[in-house]
């Protein structure tokens, strides 16, 4: 059965982290990418980019909008994904 595994956390808590951290924060993502593509189960995965980088698309009654921005404020973010197979 496959599954994709959200990654959420707060982009605002991420950069506020020290260099030490933040590379032990990275380090824990690489280990987990690893075994996981060792094991077997590993499908897919990726980083997302930024909220700051996001656009909001509607379509409503056939017109398409755009907007600058995230759909809603959030305290946590999409951040990325993996996709498995278990």
Not at 30 to 55: C, N, P
Request: net charge negative; hydrophobic share 35%; proline share 1%.
């Amino acid at each position: 059965m496959k599954y994709l595994c959200l990654i959420y956390d707060d982009e605002t808590r991420l950069a506020a982290r020290s260099t030490s951290e933040a590379d032990a924060f990275t380090g824990e993502y690489v280990a987990f990418t690893q075994a996981i593509r060792k094991s077997g189960h590993y499908l897919a995965g990726e980083a997302l980019e930024s909220v700051q980088t996001a656009t909001t698309v509607r379509v409503r009654r056939g017109q398409v909008s755009t907007t600058d921005g995230p759909f809603a404020e959030t305290k946590e973010q999409l951040g990325g994904f993996y996709l498995i197979d278990a």
